[in-house]
T-cell receptor
Framework: SAVISQKPSRDICQRGTSLTIQCQVD?????MFWYRQQPGQSLTLIAT?????????ESGFVIDKFPISRPNLTFSTLTVSNMSPEDSSIYLC??????????FGPGTRLLVL | GNSVTQMEGPVTLSEEAFLTINCTYT??????LFWYVQYPGEGLQLLLK?????DKGSNKGFEATYRKETTSFHLEKGSVQVSDSAVYFC???????????FGTGTSLTVIP
C-alpha cells in the first residue's frame, strides 16, 4: 500500500482567503483523487488528477474554486479559493492502488471563520 | 447508477458484543466492495475488501461477504473492543472507471 502525507494537517483560515493543501505519495501513481468530507458527512469526490493533464471535476465543483495541480507522479495540490465557512471540512487525497483499492492520506482539517 | 446505502448510526455496544453494520449497494456490472474505517482525528484506512461474488474479506476480526443475490456487504465482528470505536464506511468501486462511491458512514462507540 502507498504511504500518503498531507500538509497542513489542519488550519484555521479567514473567509475570503485561499489555502493550498499538499499531497505527497511515496511511490509513483497515475491517478490521484481529492475528496471533501463535511462535518458528520460521508466523502464527496471533488476531482480526479492525472499527471500531465487537467483535473476532471465532479458535478458541483469547479476549477476556479478548487484549482488542482499535478506536476509529477508523486505530488498534487488542491487549493480552496475565496473560502467561506461552508468550506469548513476535511479534505483528503487518495491514490489508486492494486485491484481497484484506494489509499487515503490522513486528511487536512480546515476551519473557515 | 451506482450507490451505497449504509445502516444509520450511531451504534453503541458493550465490549465483547457482536457487531453488524449493514451495507447494500446498487451498481451496474460487478463492482468491488470495501469497508474503510476512520478513527477519531485520522484519515480513512482500508479495513477489508472483496472483489467478486461470494468472496469474504477479513481483517482484525472483522468480516464481510460479497452477496450478489442480495447486493449486500454487511460488516461483522464477533467481539468488539473499545479500540474498535470509529466511523465505518462501506464503499464500492465502479467496474468501469475509477470512481468510488461511499456510504454515509456508521459511527460505532464501544463502551467498557
Amino acid at each position: 500500500s502507498a504511504v500518503i502525507s498531507q500538509k497542513p494537517s489542519r488550519d484555521i483560515c479567514q473567509r475570503g482567503t485561499s489555502l493550498t493543501i499538499q499531497c505527497q505519495v511515496d511511490s509513483q501513481v497515475t491517478m490521484m483523487f481529492w475528496y471533501r468530507q463535511q462535518p458528520g458527512q460521508s466523502l464527496t469526490l471533488i476531482a480526479t488528477a492525472n499527471q500531465g493533464s487537467e483535473a476532471t471535476y465532479e458535478s458541483g465543483f469547479v476549477i476556479d474554486k478548487f484549482p488542482i495541480s499535478r506536476p509529477n507522479l508523486t505530488f498534487s495540490t488542491l487549493t480552496v479559493s475565496n473560502m467561506s465557512p461552508e468550506d469548513s471540512s476535511i479534505y483528503l487525497c487518495s491514490v489508486e492502488g492494486r485491484r481497484e483499492t484506494q489509499y487515503f492520506g490522513p486528511g487536512t482539517r480546515l476551519l473557515v471563520l | 447508477g451506482n450507490s451505497v446505502t449504509q445502516m444509520e448510526g450511531p451504534v453503541t455496544l458493550s465490549e465483547e458484543a457482536f457487531l453488524t453494520i449493514n451495507c447494500t449497494y446498487t451498481a451496474t456490472g460487478y463492482p468491488s466492495l470495501f469497508w474503510y474505517v476512520q478513527y477519531p482525528g485520522e484519515g480513512l484506512q482500508l479495513l477489508l475488501k472483496a472483489t467478486k461474488a461470494d468472496d469474504k474479506g477479513s481483517n482484525k476480526g472483522f468480516e464481510a461477504t460479497y452477496r450478489k443475490e442480495t447486493t449486500s456487504f454487511h460488516l461483522e465482528k464477533g467481539s468488539v473492543q473499545v479500540s474498535d470505536s470509529a466511523v465505518y464506511f462501506c464503499a464500492l468501486s465502479a467496474p468501469t472507471g475509477n470512481q468510488f462511491y461511499f456510504g454515509t458512514g456508521t459511527s460505532l462507540t464501544v463502551i467498557p
